[in-house]
């Protein structure tokens, strides 16, 4: 493991976040975790120094496992970079755009793979976004190529507001996998996180 943080430290982190963004120190959107520190924590004891993270909107937790300080994040956090993070020096890129990070981290493994450096790539994707076409094509072609990378998806049954089964009718994700391990290239795991999609779950105003 990169670092030696705990699930104690993760949370604080969190909730040191969410008392700035209440302060009004903060004047863009945030996305909060909460409730998955030990799976993120399990994940990142296989992640290397030199492996690729590629993240969607709420990537706290990934920077601060991968290395970053925790008063770098912040700064960023505070110039209003929550949802985009980006570290090169960490190999930590992030986007907003739904399924935005997808074809870029697929590319980034076909690079490695042509390569053969060793690097591995890992994507993170909600439950919403594993149900999309994007998601679909891009796993099909890390498959059958393939191709060192590991898509990640992180279920907290909705996206945004929205019941991700119930948007498609389903029992169940199409991913989904009660083992976290039955589809390769693929770590599943579900949290319920106490904070909304965006925010603390209080409207302030600026």
Sequence with gaps: MITNHTEETLIKFEERVCDTFMN???????????GNEKQMIDIFQNIK??????????????????????ELLMDEIKKGHS????????????????TGNIPIATGVALSNKLKDNGEHVYCFVGDMTSE????????KYALNYDLPITFVIEDNSKSVCTDTLKTWKQDKLTYESESGKEFDKIIYYKYENKYPHAGTGVRIQF
């Design 24 to 34: 009004k120190e903060i004047l863009a959107p945030v996305h909060l975790y909460s």
């Design 132 to 139: 999309t076409g994007c998601f679909s094509e891009n796993y």
């Design 83 to 98: 949802i985009s993070l980006n570290f090169k020096d960490y190999k930590i890129f992030s986007t907003a755009i739904v």
């Design 49 to 70: 120094e030199e492996d690729w993270l590629f993240c969607s909107w709420r990537s706290h937790y990934q920077c601060l496992l991968k290395g970053v300080s925790e």
